[in-house]
């Protein structure tokens, strides 16, 4: 009688242990949170023109772009500096550029950015190039770029 109870106990041991042993398995196919898609939608002076690439000395431009992070926004970092060399021997612009890091989206999955940035009043008018960089709460990091013009008023 006692024989039988251990041999009892023994199958029940070993089907737990195949439980377990599943369980691991399905742990491992797990694949780690895809990287961030970043998609800029809209860059432009305004909602009548939100994808003309342009924006005035002193004046705002609106972007849109769309996020999706599997592994949950961590920062949004948006760069706007100025395209090759510049000439600064006029006096009269300086060097403008935005270095923005927002932390409002942190912890979503997805979400739209709708901005309007200003553009400084004393910004040299040129070429500009737009970073648009989202890191999730991984590390994961990917980026999205476009082309921003700046014009005298
Ligand atoms: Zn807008």
Redesign the pocket.
């Known amino acids: 009688m006692m024989k039988m109870m251990k041999m009892r106990g023994l199958m029940l041991l070993m089907v737990f242990t195949a439980v377990l042993f599943t369980a691991c398995e399905d742990n491992d196919d797990t694949q780690p949170p895809a990287k961030p898609e970043v998609t800029i939608l ?1 860059l432009g002076s ?2 009548d023109n ?1 994808n003309d690439n342009m924006a005035s000395v002193g004046g705002e431009f ?3 772009a769309e996020i999706v992070a599997e592994g949950k926004i961590d920062i949004v970092q948006l760069i706007v500096h100025p395209e090759g060399e510049h000439d600064h021997e006029d006096g009269e612009h300086e060097e403008w550029e935005i270095d923005t890091t927002y932390t409002k989206f942190s912890g979503l999955k997805n979400t739209l950015f ?3 940035l200003h553009v400084g009043g004393s910004a040299e008018p040129g070429d500009y190039h737009v970073d648009f960089i989202v890191t999730d709460m991984e590390g994961n990091q990917s980026s999205a770029e476009a082309e921003l013009q700046i014009v005298e008023n």
Do not use: G
């Open positions: 809209e305004s909602h939100p609106h972007m849109e709708h901005e309007h």
